[in-house]
T-cell receptor
Framework: QKEVEQDPGPLSVPEGAIVSLNCTYS??????FMWYRQYSRKGPELLMY????GNKEDGRFTAQVDKSSKYISLFIRDSQPSDSATYLC????????????FGKGTLLTVNP | EPEVTQTPSHQVTQMGQEVILRCVPI?????FYWYRQILGQKVEFLVS????????KSEIFDDQFSVERPDGSNFTLKIRSTKLEDSAMYFC?????????????FGDGTRLSIL
């Protein structure tokens, strides 16, 4: 079983739609969960960062973590064409080095 | 907003040659990382660096690879005797120290092409 699994898509939605992106993981040691956005030929850009289970909201973005199910989600409300990118989930364990383990990324296209 | 800077953006090298990828982390950050992303694959951890020494490395990071912080601002990844399979995007990341884990911030990467 892969450590972090993420549906690569591609996912295509109309402008204004609610987008749901998900990752599952197998390593119960993961405590820190992140979502990064990556535009073509650019580095990952931090969007959301959460610790342990629960929800976190920032503007149009909501991150959810369910540690009991080993499942994390990112919701994008009122999606915009500028949201078109690859979304990467990443997570790390509670150890001093905090190396990140990434999902493969979901390619999202928001159509005007 | 402070950012991680990587140079060059694209490096083309003949197989067997040595290459040095350079990074300037965010100035008050103390933890440094290198990751790579082979085309179409996941971003993979290579190495973490703290207090002037490697703190963890992956199985990818073999004797061919080395890292260095030659001065107070640069962080470099050296690949000796490059192979075709080293072709990838290489990302540098950094994060600050703190009482809890702080998220990592990434540069825009160096695209390494081995011919």
């Amino acid at each position: 079983q892969k450590e972090v699994e993420q549906d690569p898509g591609p996912l295509s939605v109309p402008e204004g739609a609610i987008v749901s992106l998900n990752c599952t993981y197998s390593n119960s040691a993961f405590q820190y969960f992140m979502w990064y956005r990556q535009y073509s030929r650019k580095g990952p850009e931090l969007l959301m960062y959460t610790y342990s289970s629960g929800n976190k909201e920032d503007g149009r973005f909501t991150a959810q973590v369910d540690k009991s199910s080993k499942y994390i989600s990112l919701f994008i409300r009122d999606s915009q064409p500028s949201d078109s990118a690859t979304y990467l989930c990443a997570m790390s364990a509670d150890r001093s080095n905090y190396k990140l383990t990434f999902g493969k990324g979901t390619l999202l296209t928001v159509n005007p | 907003e402070p950012e991680v800077t990587q140079t060059p953006s694209h490096q083309v090298t003949q197989m067997g040659q040595e290459v040095i990828l350079r990074c300037v982390p965010i100035s008050n950050h103390l933890y440094f990382y290198w990751y790579r992303q082979i085309l179409g694959q996941k971003v993979e951890f290579l190495v973490s660096f703290y207090n002037n020494e490697i703190s963890e490395k992956s199985e990818i990071f073999d004797d061919q690879f080395s890292v260095e912080r030659p001065d107070g601002s640069n962080f470099t990844l050296k690949i000796r005797s490059t192979k075709l399979e080293d072709s990838a995007m290489y990302f540098c990341a950094s994060r600050p120290a703190g009482p809890v884990n702080q998220p990592q911030h990434f540069g825009d990467g160096t695209r390494l092409s081995i011919l």
